[in-house]
């Protein structure tokens, strides 16, 4: 595998959705330029969106087997954070967010998703499952983990991550059972 | 504090006081409780800013006046005991208004498409800037509050405490069923509550009753007894149904012809479109039947599509048997009891004078919203491009560029028509896509509501950017 580099991202994402080259990530910011915000020579950037899910705090009426019984949605609460405020992830705590971005990847692309690293120096770790593969679709859930010992405030909208997209060498095709199984959601899932 | 000097009449009153601020103290702790772990939309938090102030001035005012009372502090005011009632009975009614806009915080309620809804009402032109403020309501139906009660009351609380209480001018209150919560396509009955609100607004029943005043001489000849021809209260029967054929022409303006597919799609769903009940007017409404046949009139208007052919030639291709079906609930004859239970014993002759004066409405719908854009003027140039994105399972792309213009608005009206007759058919290549069972009723709920999302995260990604901070 090799990594894609701006050129050839811009290329693909100019090409009509439906072709199976195509990548979409939007939506797509553009400058006073007409550049592609956030798109590095060999990244692009995926920014907050503003819905969440917390951890349920601890029921003491239920069973210790609760999630082999549960759905999973009933083991965290949603939250939605409006535009221009904070979510403060609490110390050595999780919560799920997703990227505002939604993406769909070719059939012959994987992505990576990386914490940036200015966040990464504040002890917050953003995926820690970041393999995307070909044929995804949807905004992604994230896992947005602070490791220190003090809160940490997000904010809906930000450059949270850096999507690395890579080539695969062998240009097989996926079959239909690579569409993911949430179907494009645009919300965290559990 | 009460003093133990206070006599029974005083008593009695700080009773009295003591149960009002009892009462305006849990509502304001109601509406701190839920805002403190919910998000509403801007103009719900104006609203319930608007109660919290409303609820402290009160508290404010009955400390300093029974404190007075009781503490020989100054004059005595030989109107509290009224003043008080009267301040009891105004938090009455305001009680009824705040569980509702509580319930619909954002997680409840399509945001985006209450964003574009607002945005909307602010290019309507009216003079106090609107704010559409939402409810979750009980019916499966949607309403819109009387702005004018709610504003009087705001009044009235000012003028007896002698202070503001910020309540928002512009602010009106909508209803949508709690079931349709975060949902797309029923919500879009929201734009016929934002005619009722427009109406208010801009105080335009004289303009209608002047408009329709042709009906009202109609009626001098049209076999009404003489005894029961009064034109104005006959207009007063007939107001409603007048605002009524006026808010849907100004829902299919603003929205386009998805408006009249989905308002024939929620009278189906509560099994009222194909019996006696499409037909019959009541107190509050007319007929579904002639609803929609004033609708079709305006959809067969080329001027309405913004092209050359009229939308209703372009629906009549699309592939829907849910066109024909309007049609044919269109045409039917009137039925032999066309009143329901309500409004049993108008005359007849009164239903042909109204609809006889309908088309007055639709040029007033179109003078009013004159030298607004089309919501749909490029809905044919966008629509293959956004089905071509949802058919594929992707949310329509959207660039987001310094210059945001009325086009956006544009855009996401052409999204909704585009995605909601997407809908009406089969989907089947997105079954086939997803490796979902087109036999499973599971799954066609599912992918219609993957659907829904799509569109609302396409207008959220159209209309938000300056507030997440992505353009400045």
Redesign the interface.
């Known amino acids: 595998m090799s990594v894609i580099g701006r050129e050839l991202i811009k290329k693909r994402l100019e090409l009509p959705p439906d072709d199976v080259r195509a990548l979409v990530i939007t939506p797509l910011v553009r400058d006073s330029k007409g550049e592609i915000s956030g798109l590095d020579y060999d990244s692009i950037d995926l920014r907050l969106g503003s819905r969440f899910l917390l951890p349920r705090a601890y029921d003491p009426k239920t069973k210790s087997d609760v999630r082999a019984n549960r759905d999973a949605h009933e083991l965290v609460q949603p939250i939605h954070v409006a535009a221009g405020q904070e979510l403060l992830v609490p110390s050595h705590g999780t919560v799920l967010g997703v990227t505002l971005e939604f993406i769909k990847l070719p059939f012959d692309m994987s992505g990576q998703v990386l914490t940036r690293s200015s966040l990464a120096r504040d002890f917050i770790t953003i995926e820690t499952a970041p393999w995307i593969h070909p044929l995804y679709r949807g905004c992604l859930t994230l896992e947005i983990a602070n490791a220190s010992g003090i809160p940490f405030p997000i904010k809906p909208g930000k450059a949270i991550a850096q999507l690395i997209l890579f080539r695969l060498l062998s240009g097989e095709r996926p079959g239909q059972d690579h569409i993911d199984r949430y179907m494009g959601p645009t919300f965290p899932e559990p | 504090m009460v003093s133990e000097g206070c006599d029974a009449k005083v008593d009695q009153l700080c009773r009295d006081a003591g149960r009002l601020f009892r009462l305006v103290n849990q509502i304001a702790a109601y509406v701190r409780e839920h805002q403190g772990d919910?998000?509403y939309a801007p103009e719900s938090r104006a609203f319930l800013e608007f109660i919290e102030s409303a609820a402290k001035a009160t508290k404010e005012f009955l400390e300093e006046n029974i404190g007075r009372l009781c503490g020989n502090n100054g004059p005595s005011d030989g109107r509290l005991p009224a003043r008080i009632a009267f301040i009891s009975q105004i938090w009455g009614r305001l009680h009824n208004f705040v569980e509702p806009v509580v319930d619909a915080?954002?997680?409840h309620i399509p945001?985006s498409l209450v964003a574009l809804l607002n945005r909307q009402a602010r290019a309507l032109g009216l003079q106090d800037q609107p704010q559409i403020a939402i409810e979750l309501a009980s019916p499966l139906n949607y309403l819109q509050r009387k702005h004018s009660p709610l504003r009087d009351l705001a009044a009235s609380l000012e003028n007896r405490l002698s202070k503001k209480v910020g309540f928002p001018n512009g602010l009106g209150i909508i209803g949508l069923p709690y079931s349709q919560g975060p949902f797309l396509f029923f919500n879009c009955l929201l734009f016929h509550e934002l005619g009722h609100y427009y109406v208010e607004q801009a105080r335009l029943v004289p303009e209608i009753k002047n408009r329709v005043s042709g009906f009202i001489k109609s009626l001098s000849t049209s076999g009404i007894p003489a005894k029961n021809y009064d034109p104005d209260k006959l207009f007063t029967i007939t107001r409603p149904w007048f605002e009524e054929v006026f808010c849907d022409l100004f829902a299919v303006r603003l929205l386009g012809p998805a408006y009249t597919f989905i308002f024939a799609d929620l009278f189906d769903l509560v099994g009222d479109l194909r019996n006696e009940k499409a037909l019959q007017y009541s107190r509050s409404h007319p007929s579904a039947s002639i609803r929609l046949k004033q609708q079709i009139a305006l959809l067969r208007q080329p001027e309405t599509s913004g092209g050359a052919s009229s939308w209703w030639e372009w629906l009549a291709t699309a592939r829907t048997p849910l066109a024909s079906e309007i049609d044919d609930v269109a045409q039917k004859p009137r039925a032999v009891i066309p009143y329901a239970r309500d409004c049993e014993g108008l005359p007849i002759e009164l239903l042909d004078a109204f609809e006889s004066a309908l088309p007055q409405l639709s040029s007033l719908v179109t003078e009013k919203l004159k030298g607004r854009r089309l919501a749909l003027h490029r809905f044919i140039e966008l629509s293959s491009?956004f089905e071509?994105?949802l058919?594929?399972?992707?949310?329509?792309?959207?660039?987001?560029?310094?210059n945001t213009s009325p086009e956006d608005e544009e855009w996401c009206m052409s999204l909704i028509n585009a995605s909601y007759f997407l809908q009406l058919g089969n989907l089947k290549s997105l079954f086939?896509?997803?490796?979902?069972n087109s036999s499973s009723v599971e799954d066609h709920a599912?992918?219609r509501k993957?659907l829904e999302?799509?569109v609302?995260?396409?207008i959220g990604?159209?209309l938000?950017?300056e507030?997440?901070?992505?353009?400045s």
Do not use: N, Y
């Not at chain 2, 399972?393 to 987001?400: F, G, N, T």
């Open positions: 919910r998000t915080d954002t997680l945001v491009d071509r994105c058919l594929h399972a992707i949310v329509p792309r959207c660039v987001i560029t310094r086939e896509l997803s490796g979902r599912f992918l993957r999302e799509w609302l995260k396409a990604d159209k938000a950017p507030l997440l901070g992505l353009i």
